[in-house]
Nanobody, 117 residues
Framework: QVQLVESGGGLVQAGGSLRLSCAPS????????MGWYRQAPGKQRDLVAT???????NYADSVKDRFTISRDIPKNTVTLQMNSLKPEDTAVYYC???????????WGQGTQVTVSS
């Protein structure tokens, strides 16, 4: 019933910026946490950044001081501001949400981020 809609991916040169957004299809969707994960071709899906309902953030070491995750609590919209992008950031980025009830995980369809050198 609940779907996560992602936007903001694209092609950017190294050093550039992109802003990813994710919004649930249901406005009353209550979550414990939301975040972003990424998966490069042939590799596993890895954590990028998460934010809990209490505002606690967690970042992968590789993106600290470059990426910023935030959430609009009333709208349950999560954003990922990505600055100083590097070619190694190239991947499909997936939005994730964990429902408050039952801890069920939801995933977006993924949005491609490509950083050229």
């Amino acid at each position: 019933q609940v779907q996560l809609v992602e936007s903001g991916g694209g092609l950017v040169q190294a050093g550039g910026s992109l802003r990813l957004s994710c919004a649930p299809s249901v406005s009353i969707f209550v979550v414990r946490a939301m975040g972003w994960y990424r998966q490069a071709p042939g590799k596993q899906r890895d954590l990028v950044a998460t934010i809990t309902s209490g505002g606690i953030t967690n970042y992968a070491d590789s993106v600290k001081d470059r990426f910023t995750i935030s959430r609009d609590i009333p709208k349950n919209t999560v954003t990922l501001q990505m600055n100083s992008l590097k070619p190694e950031d190239t991947a499909v980025y997936y939005c994730n949400a964990v429902a408050y009830i039952g801890f069920k995980a939801y995933w977006g369809q993924g949005t491609q981020v490509t950083v050229s050198s």
